[in-house]
């Protein structure tokens, strides 16, 4: 149930579209009017006779004969509701917002957006700010800081506020806190690759224990026909020293392929203790 209610006529006080003065706590509801084709962010005030409606405060004098009950639009939040006029100050918070923050709503209370953020978010909120000032409603993410420092990652939806005269005098936000989500995904960013870099090292063995045995295979003819020609009678000594030097080269070469086959997880593993203070 939806009950239209002008400001002007509650508590005899004249209309406040900067909000600061309602009669109101902190909201579960917000509410949009739909105002001669211009969606008003408003916030209304819980129905205090059955608890099941909500007393919409209008703007104007009068409008609550303007403006059908279609033209309004409720819904029931549990996000940070945040309030701020034209200079980025705070006018209304409510208490999912301030524990966003680590802090309460009296200490938000008259306190500078860009209190809440580091310098490169003070940048990317000013940019905001003009944005919201140029009538601009839109959706993203942004990282504020808790009071002791930590960050906190939320998802904002923000639309500006308008006076009688269309004049943008303030923005209406809906945070919400995506913290472990982010923590989430970057958990899995981190999984991923971990898990590229497992594949990689996979591919790059199984190259390598390829490599390693067509290698092993030459050196199998070279140090077989090394070894015949070491055998022959006659041998010169300068022609059996190149034999010794070449079959010492292959011995070498294999002792290499080995390791690459270790690495590939093909080779013959042998343990042994080794005393490396007498290397």
Not at 69 to 98: K, Q, S, Y
Not at 193 to 207: A, F, I, K, N
Request: overall charge negative.
């Amino acid at each position: 149930t939806i009950m239209l209610t002008d400001v002007g006529d509650v508590n005899n006080k004249a209309a406040s579209p900067s909000f600061q003065n309602g009669p109101y706590d902190s909201p579960v509801v917000v509410c949009s009017v739909n105002y001669a084709n211009n969606t008003v962010p408003v916030v209304p005030r819980v129905h205090n006779v059955t608890g099941t409606g909500f007393e919409v405060w209008l703007q104007n004098p009068g409008d609550v004969d303007a403006v059908a009950p279609d033209d309004v639009h409720c819904l029931v939040v549990e996000e940070g509701v945040w309030i701020i006029d034209a200079e980025g100050r705070t006018t209304f918070v409510n208490e999912r917002m301030a524990t966003m923050l680590g802090v309460t709503v009296e200490q938000m209370r008259g306190r500078s957006i860009f209190d809440y953020m580091d310098e490169e978010g003070r940048a990317r909120a000013q940019h905001n700010l003009e944005r919201r000032r140029a009538g601009i409603r839109e959706q993203h993410e942004f990282t504020f800081l808790r009071s002791d420092g930590t960050p906190v990652h939320t998802w904002i939806t923000t639309n500006p506020i308008y006076d009688d005269q269309g004049t943008v005098i303030g923005a209406l936000g809906m945070i919400t806190d995506v913290t472990e989500r982010v923590r989430a995904d970057e958990e899995r960013e981190q999984l991923r690759s971990r898990m590229e870099s497992m594949q990689r090292l996979d591919s790059l063995g199984v190259l390598a224990g390829g490599v390693a045995h067509d290698f092993n295979n030459l050196l199998v003819g070279i140090l077989g026909n090394a070894d015949l020609l070491r055998q022959l009678e006659g041998l010169p000594t300068f022609a059996r020293e190149r034999l010794d030097a070449l079959v010492d080269a292959a011995e070498r070469a294999a002792g290499l392929t080995g390791q690459l086959l270790d690495y590939a997880g093909r080779g013959e593993r042998r343990a042994e203790v080794l005393d490396l203070r007498a290397r």
